[in-house]
């Protein structure tokens, strides 16, 4: 499909670039705009109770600066404000931020809501694109330095009348992306000077936001390193991102606009915000996090956050969202769930092959550390593997499949996922253990097995077995060199079943006086196939010869 509507933006002619080769090592600051830029584009805005809910997690999560409103705007935004500050809900080291455009009467309404703050910052903005200014608003670029010049003095003389307040000064040339960079640097000069205070300490904001993603995310970046490196007293300006999602790729704008000498970013919580949303901070931050960097943010209760947000605003959290989502950290995959499953019982040695204390395939990051549990890491349906399906018994039951009976269990799972057409909860999958091979049905029954040590040689085992074959009760004794030898002898010959015994595997289910033994009893049959029986008693030999009986169940069920 091509089209003369669009065209390339052009790109940077930067030769010396440096952003592309450097790494990033130190968080931002972070803002949250999720009551401003996030509520505004609720289908239902938040109320002002969900409003001071949301609020108070964003400042538990570690929000520094937090923009609350658009004061000037509406009465129920000045309303929070003014909540928000005479009811001391504010902590001590919380900025909270209030939008205005660059206007005396809406400039003078925010400082009214800002009355008795200890910490705001007043984030003034203006249009700088030629689209705006010429398209929307009929300015040109000498009338938007002049409203911009006029709008900063403003803030300065009236932020300089509440001497008990730190009042900061954050200022945003709109659709900075669309803005001539000449002009932007320009405009921001003049903004800096009219300022007039800025210090290495209490930093004039400038936010160079990404208002409608335009462009490429290295654009924005080599724009930001354009910006940062021909703008005076860089010390005193703390350069801000604000990145929205229209091309789907906000989190790689923000990320390499940071290597390219940003500071600060706004973002909402899982990108809400107009359109197609903002920066997903959630993302960013978890991205951080993942490289080992100390973000200031607290995601340790995610599934807390995810229902906190969707609950106050409505909005579901994709199942897929990075970090966050349901199936985050969720394989169904055969292969991936196999992967996972050995990466996790080997974790011990990944730090000596690899030099780090988390390495597991599929798995970037530790989902524990976002308080996200292991059992729900795999999830069944008819492509889930062996392997998979095995970790679930073990996370969710502690039931331990040896590797050699995991295809027949893995088949029956499979022969009952496709029969329902759905994934199956790790209950459904136990069900099918227990019902398939714990205690199978057929014509079997166990109704006693009485092994005794031999007079002379304790290791040769006499046994007497009884079992019930369709309800009627059958007897046999037999010898053998061990409990399940004789066992096994015997039943052959009530059965009529030709099998022997080799090895097996037996674990134990819980401790002290109310352990369960569980055996895995592998019977080998005449033509070399080998079907496992699962058996549970108190005492290991009694667990071993039920999961025998279990397997002559199976086999029955099997020739029907």
């Known amino acids: 499909m091509k089209t003369p509507k669009y065209k390339v933006p052009e790109s940077f002619d930067m030769p010396d670039r440096q952003w592309p080769s450097r790494t990033l090592t130190d968080s931002p600051v972070w803002c949250s705009v999720d009551l401003r830029d996030g509520n505004q584009a609720l289908p239902d805005p938040m109320t002002p109770d969900q409003k001071r809910e949301y609020f108070k997690m964003l400042c538990d999560i570690g929000f520094k600066h937090i923009e609350v409103g658009f ?9 929070f404000f003014r909540g928000l500050i005479e009811e001391d809900r504010v902590p001590e080291d919380v900025f909270i931020m209030g939008l205005t455009q660059c206007r005396s009467h809406l400039i003078e309404r925010t400082f009214e809501a800002f009355k008795g703050v200890k910490q705001g910052i007043v984030h003034a903005y203006i249009a700088t694109s030629d689209l705006h200014m010429k398209q929307v608003f009929g300015m040109d670029r000498q009338d938007t330095i002049e409203t911009a010049v006029a709008a900063t003095r403003q803030i300065r003389e009236l932020a300089d009348a509440m001497p008990e307040s730190d009042i900061r000064y954050e200022f945003s040339p709109e659709e900075f992306t669309d803005t001539d960079p000449e002009f932007c640097l320009e405009l921001c000069k003049a903004v800096y000077d009219a300022w007039g205070k800025a210090t290495p300490e209490k930093p004039l904001i400038l936010n160079l936001p990404a208002t409608v993603e335009r462009r490429p995310p290295n654009h924005y970046a080599d724009m930001i390193e354009w910006f940062c490196s021909r703008f005076p007293n860089r010390d005193r300006v703390q350069i801000s991102l604000h990145s929205h999602n229209d091309q789907g790729m906000a989190v790689a704008a923000t990320e390499l606009a940071l290597m390219a000498g940003a500071d600060r970013v706004e973002g909402t919580l899982f990108g809400h915000g107009e359109r197609t949303g903002n920066v997903d901070l959630v993302t960013v931050v978890g991205n951080l996090f993942s490289r080992g960097i100390e973000t200031g943010l607290d995601f340790s209760n995610m599934e807390k956050v995810v229902e906190s947000v969707e609950r106050l605003t409505g909005m579901p959290v994709y199942y897929r969202q990075p970090y966050a989502g349901e199936y985050a950290f969720t394989a169904f995959s055969g292969s991936h769930q196999d992967a996972i499953n050995k990466g996790m019982h080997r974790l011990d040695k990944a730090s000596e092959i690899f030099g780090m204390r988390w390495k597991v395939p599929y798995l970037h990051i530790d989902p524990a550390d976002l308080g996200r549990s292991f059992e729900r890491l795999i999830r069944i349906n008819s492509q889930s593997g062996k392997g998979g399906i095995a970790w679930v018994l073990e996370q969710e039951y502690g039931v331990h499949i040896p590797k050699a009976m995991q295809p027949e269990l893995r088949e029956e799972v499979q022969r009952y996922s496709e029969e329902v057409s759905r994934e199956l909860s790790s209950e459904e999958v136990y069900k099918i253990f227990e019902e398939k091979f714990l205690r199978p049905e057929g014509p079997y029954e166990l109704a006693g097995y009485w092994p005794r040590p031999d007079d002379n040689d304790p290791t040769f085992i006499h046994g ?15 010898d053998g060199n061990g ?7 015997a039943v052959r010959e009530l059965a009529g079943i030709e099998f022997g015994v080799d090895d097996y595997h037996e674990q134990a289910i819980g401790k002290g006086a109310d352990a369960q033994a569980l055996a895995y009893v592998p019977l080998k049959l005449k033509d070399n196939g080998v079907i496992f029986g699962v058996g549970s008693d108190s005492n290991i030999d009694q667990a071993a010869v039920r999961a025998i009986i279990a397997g002559l169940n199976r086999i029955e069920g099997q020739q029907k």
């Open 464 to 478: 007497e077995v009884k079992i019930l074959v369709n309800g009627e009760a059958k007897t046999s004794v037999a």
């Open 483 to 489: 409990p399940i030898s004789a066992f096994v002898n």
């Open 71 to 79: 004061p000037s705007a509406s009465q129920d935004d000045f309303d």
